[in-house]
């Protein structure tokens, strides 16, 4: 089955750049939406933003102007860049595969990372 | 966009049923039959237990359903069993071709 996994620095210094990897293993990037999703220490879930893997891409608002999410097909892979970060994007970064339903998006999201823990901190 | 309104948290004893609600506009849970709901337990990922409003993947229990009125969605859980105590998060498809979540409830298990 899909199984996906999150790599990066776990430290980025503040105003740099954190910079995250989600490799896709037993299936194809090619098969569905994927999405970058994080968790600040208190508070809930922040959706950051999905890909297809012909590139095409919707953000957060509160997040568009800082951030790109990128695919990689020949590697199984969707990567994301955050730009400037500050205290307030230390979370837990967890990638997602959005289920698909009778070949149409269900918005849902059915397969995770295990989620990979970032510090911004100088 | 805003996050989707949900009781901070709810409890209810083992055998019982509980709901947890989540509300939010025209622009998101009113206006779209993309509702979402995850289980999550600490230290976990969250899980995926009900997408297109009352939809369950295969695997998840049918103690667990999903309904939606106006802008606001419901999960319930019935028969509540000790691993059910978990924090749940609703989401919801918007107007923009985006996703919003709620703030999470925790659900205790007396």
């Known amino acids: 089955q899909v199984q996906l996994q999150e790599s990066g620095p776990g430290l980025v210094r503040p105003s740099e750049t954190l910079s995250l990897t989600c490799t896709v293993s037993g299936g194809s990037i090619s098969s569905s939406y994927w999405s970058w999703i994080r968790q600040p220490p208190v508070n809930g879930l922040d959706w950051i933003g999905f890909?297809?893997?012909?590139?095409?891409?919707n953000y957060n608002p509160s997040l568009k102007s800082r951030v790109t999410i990128s695919v990689d097909t020949s590697k199984n892979q969707f990567s994301l860049k955050l730009t400037s970060v500050t205290a307030a994007d230390a979370a837990v970064y967890y990638c997602?595969?959005?289920?698909?339903?009778?070949?149409?998006?269900?918005?849902?999201?059915?397969?995770w990372g295990q989620g990979t823990t970032v510090t911004v901190s100088s | 966009q805003s996050a989707l309104t949900q009781p901070a948290s709810v409890s209810g004893s083992p055998g019982q049923s509980i709901t947890i609600s989540c509300t939010g506009t025209?622009?998101?849970?009113?206006?779209?039959?993309?509702v979402s709901w995850y289980q999550q337990h600490p230290g976990k990922a969250p899980k995926l237990m009900i997408y297109e409003v009352s939809d369950r993947p295969s695997g998840v229990s049918n103690r667990f359903s999903g309904s939606k009125s106006g802008n606001t969605a419901s999960l319930t859980i019935s028969g509540l069993q000790p691993e059910d105590e978990a924090s749940y998060f609703c989401s919801s498809y918007t107007s923009s071709s985006t996703l919003v979540f709620g703030g999470g409830t925790k659900l205790t298990v007396l």
């Open positions: 025209s622009s998101d849970v009113g206006g779209y039959n993309y």
């Open positions: 997602a595969r959005v289920a698909i339903k009778f070949g149409g998006l269900t918005y849902g999201m059915d397969v």
């Open positions: 890909i297809y893997y012909s590139g095409s891409t």
